[in-house]
């Protein structure tokens, strides 16, 4: 097995006559002046394919990953349907109060609240658009509904960043984590279904 980085930063994996599982066809590389051309079977997929949004959670957000998993979420974390999940970061998760830590039934409903079913949100596509008004019509798996706002600015340096917050308190920190499931989005507090009673 090899690995070697492409211009963009993005990772090829080389195994057994194939690059990202796709095939090298036999004596067709052709060298040139400059470098080697090798003919392939297909496109090659993107680096995320081999990873599932269950292995990134269990190996960077262990403690997200622990709340759903003695909740007896997994399964709707492992499934292939295309789905945006909101990951809180460790900080966040550390504030929690053991109130709502112990209460399971409303424990599970605001993780399900982190969950938006059957799309891949990909937020920094809406920089191409300099999207100023919330993304409505968003349901979380929990039912109730979750407003993201996205936009768009320039740096000290001229360069366009995008930037973005959940239901005005939340800040999305790291966007469009990919998976071969899904997508994840990085934030900095831990979400809340908007219910007048329930506790943080």
Same mark, same amino acid.
């Given at each position: 097995?090899g690995?070697?980085? &492409?211009s ?9 006559g ?5 095939? $090298?066809?036999?004596q067709?590389?052709?060298i040139?002046?400059?470098?080697v051309?090798?003919? $392939?079977?297909?496109?090659?997929p993107p680096p995320?394919y081999?990873?599932s949004?269950?292995?990134?959670l269990?190996t960077n957000?262990p403690?997200?990953?622990?709340l759903?998993?003695? /909740?007896?979420l997994?399964d709707?974390l492992? +499934?292939?349907?295309?789905?945006? /999940? ?8 550390h ?7 112990n ?8 993780l ?5 079913p ?7 596509q809406s920089?191409h ?6 993304? /409505?019509?968003l349901?979380?798996?929990e ?10 600015d ?6 366009l960043?995008?930037?973005g ?10 966007m469009?984590r990919?998976v ?5 989005? /990085?934030? +900095? &507090?831990?979400?809340l279904p ?7």
């Amino acid at each position: 097995l090899g690995q070697v980085k &492409t211009s963009n930063g993005q990772e090829l994996y080389f195994e057994d006559g194939k690059v990202n599982d796709v095939a $090298i066809q036999e004596q067709s590389k052709y060298i040139g002046t400059n470098g080697v051309i090798h003919v $392939i079977n297909g496109l090659i997929p993107p680096p995320w394919y081999r990873i599932s949004m269950i292995d990134e959670l269990s190996t960077n957000h262990p403690n997200f990953f622990h709340l759903f998993e003695q /909740l007896a979420l997994l399964d709707i974390l492992s +499934d292939s349907e295309p789905k945006t /999940l909101f990951v809180p970061t460790e900080e966040a998760l550390h504030s929690l109060s053991n109130r709502l830590l112990n209460d399971r039934e409303r424990l599970r409903n605001a993780l399900l609240y982190h969950l938006i079913p059957a799309v891949n949100l990909e937020l920094n596509q809406s920089r191409h658009t300099a999207l100023q008004e919330p993304l /409505l019509g968003l349901s979380a798996l929990e039912g109730k509904s979750i407003r993201i706002q996205i936009q768009t600015d320039l740096d000290a340096t001229q360069k366009l960043y995008t930037w973005g917050t959940v239901n005005g308190v939340a800040n999305i920190i790291v966007m469009d984590r990919l998976v071969n499931n899904g997508v994840l989005q /990085l934030v +900095d &507090t831990f979400l809340l279904p908007p219910v007048e009673d329930f506790y943080g």
